[in-house]
């Protein structure tokens, strides 16, 4: 039996070449060959991604980090792209939403994994509203915005699951799939902006929920959800990766 120390992990991979954009380097630089070949032997027959060699859950979160990597490598030779969309529209719920794995409960994170992932796979354009019955495009769109914006609640922030607390960093999962879509405008943005401002602590950097201690986290949810509300000094996202335009595009 061979033993794998510190075996490599999709969701490492990712966030490994993501602050590599971010810090400006040139991933053409990298051997990217060795990360797809390794990560093509994740991908599962019904299309989704298991994030490591030796066997583990496999869903939503890792089919966009495997989306992310190819996207961030111009290189799409790690994955099976119709494989994984046909596992990303099997993955939306009765309800609109998307569920983590096919028939589980719609989630803004895994709503946001599944739309990011459809849009750096090509499958979702900037003119997605206006072609919503495209045939690229099986998902309902309808019922997920409907479902997206049923997800800011009274206090004017956002909640992952319907009768969950709003909670800063959904205003960026269901935020940036909004965005995605072209529909953020249709985001009452003054009561979230007024939400968000209760979670940011006096310390600096935002809680999960108002009045709470602030964490990396949220913090950086709470900045990115800002900067889709077009707050001053803040840098334009590029929505599907998670980081800004600027990181995303090498500029
Ligand atoms: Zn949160």
Same mark, same amino acid.
């Given at each position: 039996m061979i033993s794998i120390q510190n075996g490599s992990h999709l969701a490492s991979t990712y966030c490994a070449l993501a602050i590599l954009k971010i810090v400006g380097y040139?991933?053409?630089?990298?051997?990217?060959e060795s990360i797809l070949t390794s990560m093509r032997s994740?991908?599962? @027959? $019904?299309?989704s991604f298991m994030p490591i060699h030796i066997g583990a859950e496999r869903d939503l979160r890792f089919l966009y980090c495997a989306a992310a990597i190819c996207f961030m490598l111009n290189n799409w030779n790690g994955m099976d792209r119709e494989k994984a969309k046909e596992y990303i529209l099997n993955c939306q719920s009765y309800d609109g939403g998307f569920g983590?794995? @096919?028939?589980?409960e719609s989630h803004g994170g895994a709503t946001y994994c599944a739309i990011a992932s459809l849009r750096l796979m090509g /499958?979702?354009? $900037?003119d997605c509203l206006s072609n919503a019955? +495209? @045939?690229?495009?099986? +998902?309902?769109i309808q019922s997920l915005l409907d479902w997206s914006l049923q997800r800011q609640v009274a206090d004017g922030g956002i909640q992952g699951r319907p009768n969950k607390p709003s909670d800063t960093c959904y205003a960026f999962w269901i935020g940036a799939t909004m965005g995605t879509l072209g +529909?953020?405008? /249709?985001? $009452?943005e003054k009561a979230l902006r007024s939400f968000l401002l209760t979670c940011q602590s006096e310390c600096g950097g935002f809680g999960k929920f108002p009045q709470e201690l602030p964490d990396l986290y949220h913090s950086y949810y709470g900045l990115a959800a800002f900067s889709i509300l077009g707050e001053a000094g803040l840098k334009p996202l590029c929505l599907e990766l998670g980081v800004t335009e600027a990181a995303a595009t090498g500029l």
């Amino acid at each position: 039996m061979i033993s794998i120390q510190n075996g490599s992990h999709l969701a490492s991979t990712y966030c490994a070449l993501a602050i590599l954009k971010i810090v400006g380097y040139n991933l053409s630089n990298m051997d990217s060959e060795s990360i797809l070949t390794s990560m093509r032997s994740l991908q599962q @027959p $019904d299309g989704s991604f298991m994030p490591i060699h030796i066997g583990a859950e496999r869903d939503l979160r890792f089919l966009y980090c495997a989306a992310a990597i190819c996207f961030m490598l111009n290189n799409w030779n790690g994955m099976d792209r119709e494989k994984a969309k046909e596992y990303i529209l099997n993955c939306q719920s009765y309800d609109g939403g998307f569920g983590l794995t @096919p028939g589980s409960e719609s989630h803004g994170g895994a709503t946001y994994c599944a739309i990011a992932s459809l849009r750096l796979m090509g /499958f979702i354009g $900037d003119d997605c509203l206006s072609n919503a019955s +495209a @045939p690229s495009s099986k +998902a309902n769109i309808q019922s997920l915005l409907d479902w997206s914006l049923q997800r800011q609640v009274a206090d004017g922030g956002i909640q992952g699951r319907p009768n969950k607390p709003s909670d800063t960093c959904y205003a960026f999962w269901i935020g940036a799939t909004m965005g995605t879509l072209g +529909a953020n405008k /249709f985001i $009452d943005e003054k009561a979230l902006r007024s939400f968000l401002l209760t979670c940011q602590s006096e310390c600096g950097g935002f809680g999960k929920f108002p009045q709470e201690l602030p964490d990396l986290y949220h913090s950086y949810y709470g900045l990115a959800a800002f900067s889709i509300l077009g707050e001053a000094g803040l840098k334009p996202l590029c929505l599907e990766l998670g980081v800004t335009e600027a990181a995303a595009t090498g500029l």
